[in-house]
């Protein structure tokens, strides 16, 4: 199949996401699949990877592979990205890919190398695993940092697994908007806590309908709601589930 080896720091075979690492003698397992190179090699998930320019920041809602067939298109779901030589995807440890042996349930960064690929990479959302820096040509700043934003399973459209990912030149782009674009619900972002002068009355006023209400949820309505200019209606609705007053959030 010319997918050659899947290495780990010194280790020739030292990636065991997937069947190019080491193995083991069983025809019935381990349930894993191949790691971001060897998929972008192998051209199964073509329609859904992205080449991400390294020049521009990006924020993506990463759909985890063995997710394929329920996602939705490459825009809203891709499950690889090409960064210069590096290849990033959601290592969800499920379906055929429950029992990949390392890295279960992180976002994975692949390096073509000679000989082979390596792993560089794996990352979650908890702070301090949560960023990486790829050395990639033709970024603004020297480095593309890549961060993790949230965790995100089940919550995509068809029940897709997904981490939303920031890939910039040494800066992230969870929290903040990229470049160009204006708050709607389709971008994926992280709600951050307001200081306590920024909460909303228990009243608030709809900044669209420019109505009244005493609900959280009766304030989504087009664009933003609740009087945060930040806040989208998808975040309102996910307020909702988690907190029954401003307060409380």
Not at 148 to 174: K, L, T
Request: glycine letters at 8%; a negative charge; one cysteine or more.
């Amino acid at each position: 199949m010319g997918l050659i080896h899947s290495g780990e720091d010194s280790e020739v075979y030292g990636d065991e996401t997937g069947y190019m690492g080491y193995g083991e003698k069983s025809e019935t397992s381990p349930l894993k699949c191949f790691n971001g190179f060897k998929n972008y090699q192998l051209g199964w998930y073509s329609d859904r990877t992205v080449t991400v320019d390294p020049s521009q920041p990006h924020r993506f809602s990463l759909a985890a592979f063995v997710d394929y067939d329920d996602s939705t298109s490459v825009d809203k779901h891709p499950v690889l990205l090409k960064v210069g030589d590096y290849f990033i995807q959601y290592n969800r440890a499920k379906a055929f890919n429950s029992e990949t042996e390392e890295a279960q349930d992180m976002v994975t960064i692949t390096q073509d190398v000679s000989g082979g690929s390596r792993r560089v990479a794996e990352l979650n959302e908890n702070e301090g695993f949560n960023s990486f820096s790829l050395d990639v040509s033709g970024a603004s700043s020297g480095s593309v940092m890549v961060h993790v934003c949230e965790r995100r399973d089940g919550n995509g459209p068809n029940g897709v697994d997904e981490m939303v990912i920031s890939i910039a030149s040494g800066d992230s782009f969870c929290d903040k908007l990229l470049p160009g674009e204006a708050a709607s619900p389709q971008q994926p972002s992280v709600p951050q806590r307001p200081a306590e002068q920024d909460l909303a009355p228990e009243n608030p006023t709809c900044a669209v309908a420019g109505d009244t209400c005493t609900e959280h949820a009766s304030c989504c309505r087009e664009f933003i709601c609740m009087g945060f200019a930040e806040k989208k209606c998808e975040e309102c609705r996910r307020i909702r589930q988690t907190c029954s007053s401003n307060g409380e959030w």
